[in-house]
């Protein structure tokens, strides 16, 4: 019986997709928390140059 049960891998093509997007998820959000602050700063930017464009360069 216990052979059996460690011969059984019906869930392990789950398990394996279940950690590829674990590690997608993980790599896109730590992308958004590095490019956070570059674009922030862009449409910051770009709001003040559309609030007063007499100051814009």
Do not use: C, R, T, W
């Amino acid at each position: 019986m216990l052979k059996s049960l460690l011969k059984d891998e019906s869930g392990q093509g789950m398990a394996e997709y279940g950690l590829i997007i674990a590690i997608a998820a993980i790599a896109v959000i730590s992308l958004i928390i590095l490019i956070k602050e570059g674009l922030s700063a862009i449409f910051h930017k770009s709001g003040e140059s559309l609030a007063h464009p007499e100051n814009a360069h």
